[in-house]
Each structure stands twice: as C-alpha cells, then as structure tokens.
C-alpha cells in the first residue's frame, strides 16, 4: 500500500471518474488513484490556513476507502518517525548491528524488522479486543519490557489454551497512554548550513498548537486536457559536406 503527495503541476491522465471525488489515473505504468482536496485547519490560538493536497495512491478501491479517510491517513505519515525510533532506540537501545559481514547484517536486520512486527501486531491484537481504542494508545516500550520479562522467566512456553490477549495485551491495556492531541506546527530547518529557507511562511502558526477544526474539501477533477503529442520534422537531405 502506497499513499504519497503528487506535485499539483504534473499532468496525470483522468482514466475513470469516481464517486467520491477521487479518480483512477497512471503514473508511468502504475494504476493509482488520486485524490485532490483542499484542508483548511483551525488552531486554538485562532489561526487559520488552507493547503492543497494531491495524493496518489494504490488503493484504488473508493468503498473500501473513501477519499476523505486517505486524507486522513496521510496525515498520519509522520508515524513512520515513530517506528525509526522504536527499532534504533528502544530495541536496540542505541546499540550498533555486531556483524561485520553482509550475510550476518541482513540476518540481524531480519531478526529486528521480525521482532518489532511481532511486537507491533500485539499490540494491535489487544487494542481490537476493546472497540473503540486507537492502537497509537499502545506503548511500544511496555510491550518490549513485557516481551523480555517472558524470555527471562520463560513463561507461558507451553500451553494448553490459546490466549491471543496473552501477558503482553494485558499489560498494554492496563497502561494505555492518552489519546494523542491532533496539533500542528510549521516546517523548520534546524541545519544553520541548509539550502532551505529556516521557516516555510505557510501560514501555519509559529509554535506547536492544538488543532480545534479540521475540514476537507474533496475537489472533482476536470477532463483533462490531452497531452501534446510529438511533432516530427521533414527529414532533409544533406550533401556530404553537410549543407542541404
């Protein structure tokens, strides 16, 4: 599954028009679906301001996925941050990789990608167990503790009965974290050197600040003009000397 921003200037064919808004286009030999819309945000301190969002994305079911919750989604994309942080700090507690060899580095890659899916994947299973829980409430760090108190004390090695909550669940639900603020804050380059202006003056505010109203206006797309096609010139003969 891909969701990713699309510049507004790139020219995608519009291949079939859908109901909510979004439509089905190619980028190179790829189907995707775009959706266009413009989000207008309101903060505690007053502020307010628009921006323009083009996704595309390989979900191309429009039911399944509404337009509207895509946009959500991507609002989202910051979480990958999160999941750095998880497997270079909290896994490996800053620790480096010990093999000094490719083969032994992708295995321990593998072992590390493996265990935090594991990880990542209980604590999904205990949020569904109780409606209405976002799994973001899960802690990864009580999840890793809980997980290694297990292979020290090796418990629940052998079982006679399926317990998919099991320990780990358990202890993710007694110890939820709040629900996370929606909140947004303007683009800052911390590099002095960079190439990029220090603040981005998109009209969001200064400081981190609570996000009070969110709207989403989903735009229909227009038939979109063809696209030129290749002109060809009349071939001329040249004499060996290289005049016509």
Excluded at 25 to 50: F, P, Q, W
Aim: with cysteine; hydrophobic share 40%; proline share 6%.
């Amino acid at each position: 599954m891909i969701v990713g921003r699309v510049k507004a200037n790139r020219r995608l064919p519009v291949i079939a028009h859908l109901s909510d808004g979004s439509y089905h286009s190619l980028i190179g030999r790829i189907r995707v679906r775009v959706i266009e819309a413009v989000v207008k945000v309101t903060c505690a301190d007053g502020t307010t301001y628009t921006g323009v969002y083009r996704l595309a994305t390989t979900l191309l079911d429009h039911v399944a996925y509404p337009a509207e919750a895509v946009i959500a989604l991507y609002h989202e994309r910051w979480e990958h941050e999160s999941a750095y942080y998880a497997l270079r700090h909290t896994l490996l507690d800053g620790r480096v990789l010990r093999s000094e060899d490719p083969a032994g580095v992708r295995q321990e890659m593998w072992a590390l990608l493996s265990l935090y899916q594991v990880l990542r994947t209980a604590m999904v299973t205990a949020a569904e167990t109780v409606p209405g829980i976002d799994p973001d409430r899960a802690s990864f760090t009580i999840a890793v503790q809980t997980a290694r108190d297990q292979v020290i004390a090796a418990a629940n090695v052998l079982t006679e009965t399926v317990d998919l909550l099991g320990k780990i669940g358990r202890q993710l639900l007694a110890n939820l974290l709040p629900d996370r603020r929606p909140r947004v804050s303007t683009r800052k380059v911390k590099s002095p050197l960079s190439r990029y202006a220090a603040r981005k003056n998109d009209g969001r505010p200064t400081t981190t600040q609570k996000i009070t109203d969110l709207s989403v206006t989903i735009h229909h797309p227009q038939v979109a003009a063809p696209l030129p096609t290749a002109t060809t010139q009349p071939t001329r003969n040249l004499t060996p000397g290289g005049e016509p």
